[in-house]
């Protein structure tokens, strides 16, 4: 599809003020089989958001073999019960494959490389199917994605990003959840406010931001999915 970079940038400006269902809608509207949407399966919103917008679309998640079980429970729930195809992407690697090529616990030592393999390079590999992607990114959730785009360009891969709850704010979430009955990870009745991989991931103190619990205590506070 020719000027996608122009069409994502244009997007992104009329649909500032739409709805995330609006801009879902259009993502699935323009792009049809050549959109998805990425779960980290935190919650569900923004897949049960585009089934409404697109019955049957693709919901992608990581699976990086570092999963906490209640989130690989929350993508199996999500298969089960939403009108979605759910398509999980691997690591070229297992983790004991990685073990014996780079040492035991790769995450601590160096876990920029890990969460490139991890992370960064299947999705990067998976995404050659699609030429837009949905996140549940948030300008809220850091001053990293404060400027979020609601639809930007993913100049690295070549893709139209989208974003549809990117103004929202937890209040918004938790209000969408009640009112949808949508699926969200245990963990976060649990004193989790951000769920990623078991060894990265801990539980947050009072008055702490939402992404203290991942990478606490080491310079990272980014998989690299986002950059
Ligand atoms: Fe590895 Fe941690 Fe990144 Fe998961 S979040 S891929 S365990 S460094």
Redesign the pocket.
């Known amino acids: 599809m020719p000027g996608l970079e122009q069409l994502a940038l244009q997007a992104g400006r009329e649909l500032e003020d739409a709805s995330a269902l609006e801009i879902l809608s259009w993502a699935a509207d323009t792009f049809g089989e050549r959109f998805c949407v990425t779960s980290s399966m935190e919650d569900a919103v923004v897949a049960h958001l585009a089934s409404r917008a697109r019955p049957g679309v693709d919901v992608v998640f990581l699976d990086?073999?570092?999963?906490f079980p209640e989130t690989v429970g929350t993508r199996d729930a999500v298969a089960a019960v939403m009108d979605v195809r759910l398509i999980t992407l691997a690591?070229r690697r297992s983790v004991a494959e990685q073990d014996a090529e780079h040492g035991p616990r790769?995450?601590d030592r160096?876990?920029?490389?890990?969460?490139?393999?991890?992370?960064v390079k299947p999705l990067e590999e998976g995404l050659r199917a699609y030429d837009a992607w949905a996140t549940g990114l948030r300008r809220d959730e850091s001053p990293t994605r404060a400027h979020t785009p609601v639809v930007g360009w993913d100049a690295r891969r070549g893709k139209v990003k989208v974003s549809p709850i990117a103004r929202w704010t937890q209040d918004d979430v938790d209000t969408y959840v009640a009112e949808h009955g949508v699926l969200t990870n245990p963990l976060l009745q649990d004193g989790y406010a951000s769920v990623?991989?078991?060894?990265?991931?801990r539980r947050v103190r009072e008055g702490e931001d939402v992404r203290a619990g991942?990478?606490a205590g080491r310079a990272?506070t980014e998989?690299?999915l986002h950059e």
């Open positions: 990086t073999g570092y999963h690591p790769l995450h160096d876990p920029d490389l890990c969460c490139a393999l991890r992370k990623g991989c078991a060894p990265c991931t991942r990478w990272k998989c690299g």
